[in-house]
């Protein structure tokens, strides 16, 4: 029997040819997220799901999914994802990690040197019409060659991050539950515990994935350690990051400025505190949004999803204990 995929929302590239080539695609073709009776509907009846990191993947609602053989997150982050609960009903998980590394280390770069150089109150400056003559004390910042870089989770993003800030001149520390030889060797960075690299580094960067041991891992007494003058930017994801702490952070300047690809809630409400403060630049959640790197994380979610029905392994198994 022709296997069924329930695929949440329109993928870029060639994903619908490789999946229509793997099974009878079911595509929710509305393009916002798929609301959850629907998804519990009809997940009934599908053998695989390609799934998006909206989409919120539990024992709730595998209970509904009898036929459910493939998970497929088209992200590398599974916070999304119960894996345990997957592992437990013998569900393979498959996520998108690599494809996007280079593209979400680029952007975080993007917003270390936009919070360092005030980029996003110089636009307001402009835009506001109050640019008038120049002004030797119009919006100095902080360093950002020659300054400490502290990296939270030296995984693929946070190495690629750390290339990016080696060429511009930065130390580098790093905190994580692992010792990475390979970065200390190559990028010369040193590793700390978390509250001695929130107290050196000039600019912080998370990168590290959430869990429960990771949630509010940047909290009330990180900025207390942290310098006056460092930096914080996320490109993880929100909760990493305890949002309440950080605007009054920023309110009480304990922290020069912050950057944020990611925020806890996502989407952030119009009005909410966080962006009224000048001091942080919001942007929403594009770490992995080039088009050549969407396109090849819709392909890679869509060959694990056909290798995972063919009992193959798939490229980027997030379980695969499931394989025995
Ligand atoms: C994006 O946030 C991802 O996890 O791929
Ligand atoms: C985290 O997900 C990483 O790959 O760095």
Same mark, same amino acid.
């Given at each position: =029997?022709?296997?069924? %995929?329930?695929?949440?929302?329109?993928?870029?590239?060639?994903?619908?040819?490789?999946?229509?080539?793997? &099974?009878?695609?079911?595509?929710?073709?509305?393009?916002?997220?798929?609301?959850?009776?629907?998804?519990?509907?009809?997940?009934?009846?599908?053998?695989?799901?390609?799934?998006?990191?909206?989409?919120? %993947?539990?024992?709730?609602?595998?209970?509904?999914?009898?036929?459910?053989?493939?998970?497929?997150?088209?992200?590398?982050?599974?916070? /999304?994802?119960?894996?345990?609960?997957? +592992?437990?009903? !013998?569900?393979?998980?498959?996520?998108?990690?690599?494809?996007?590394? &280079?593209?979400?280390?680029?952007?975080?770069? +993007?917003?270390?040197?936009?919070?360092?150089?005030?980029?996003?109150?110089? %636009?307001?400056?402009?835009?506001? &019409?109050?640019? &008038?003559?120049?002004?030797?004390?119009?919006?100095?910042?902080?360093?950002?060659?020659?300054?400490?870089?502290?990296?939270?989770?030296? !995984?693929?993003?946070?190495?690629?991050?750390?290339?990016?800030?080696?060429?511009?001149? =930065?130390?580098?520390?790093?905190?994580?539950? /692992?010792?990475?030889? +390979?970065?200390?060797?190559?990028? !010369?960075?040193?590793?700390?515990?978390?509250? #001695?690299?929130?107290?050196?580094?000039?600019?912080?960067?998370?990168?590290?994935?959430? +869990?429960?041991?990771?949630?509010?891992?940047?909290?009330?007494?990180?900025?207390?350690?942290?310098?006056? #003058?460092?930096?914080?930017?996320?490109?993880?994801?929100?909760?990493?990051?305890?949002?309440?702490?950080?605007?009054?952070?920023?309110?009480?300047?304990?922290?020069?400025?912050?950057?944020?690809?990611?925020?806890?809630?996502?989407?952030?409400?119009?009005?909410?505190?966080?962006?009224?403060?000048? /001091?942080?630049?919001? %942007?929403?959640?594009?770490?992995?949004?080039?088009?050549?790197?969407?396109?090849?994380?819709?392909?890679?979610?869509?060959?694990?999803?056909?290798?995972?029905?063919?009992?193959?392994?798939?490229?980027?198994?997030? /379980?695969?204990?499931?394989?025995?």
């Amino acid at each position: =029997m022709t296997a069924s %995929i329930l695929v949440t929302r329109r993928p870029p590239g060639n994903a619908l040819d490789i999946l229509d080539a793997a &099974g009878e695609v079911e595509l929710w073709d509305v393009d916002a997220v798929m609301p959850r009776s629907e998804l519990r509907r009809r997940v009934a009846k599908a053998d695989a799901l390609y799934c998006m990191l909206t989409d919120r %993947i539990d024992a709730d609602l595998l209970d509904s999914a009898p036929r459910l053989r493939v998970v497929s997150n088209m992200a590398v982050g599974l916070d /999304n994802v119960d894996l345990r609960a997957c +592992t437990a009903r !013998g569900v393979v998980v498959g996520h998108t990690p690599g494809v996007l590394t &280079g593209a979400t280390a680029d952007l975080a770069m +993007t917003l270390l040197l936009a919070a360092a150089r005030r980029i996003g109150e110089g %636009i307001d400056h402009v835009r506001s &019409g109050a640019w &008038g003559d120049f002004r030797l004390d119009l919006l100095l910042g902080q360093e950002v060659h020659s300054s400490v870089v502290g990296v939270i989770g030296m !995984g693929r993003i946070g190495t690629a991050l750390a290339r990016r800030a080696a060429g511009f001149g =930065m130390s580098i520390i790093y905190s994580g539950p /692992n010792r990475k030889p +390979t970065v200390e060797r190559e990028l !010369g960075a040193e590793y700390r515990d978390l509250a #001695t690299l929130l107290e050196m580094a000039d600019h912080v960067v998370v990168t590290a994935p959430l +869990t429960a041991a990771t949630h509010h891992l940047v909290n009330e007494q990180s900025f207390v350690l942290m310098k006056p #003058t460092a930096t914080l930017v996320n490109v993880a994801r929100g909760p990493l990051v305890d949002t309440d702490a950080l605007v009054a952070a920023l309110q009480n300047r304990e922290i020069a400025a912050a950057a944020l690809d990611v925020t806890d809630p996502e989407p952030l409400p119009a009005d909410h505190p966080l962006l009224r403060l000048p /001091n942080c630049t919001v %942007i929403p959640h594009l770490g992995s949004a080039t088009v050549k790197t969407r396109n090849a994380m819709a392909e890679l979610a869509a060959r694990n999803v056909a290798l995972g029905l063919a009992g193959e392994r798939m490229e980027a198994c997030a /379980n695969p204990e499931v394989y025995g």
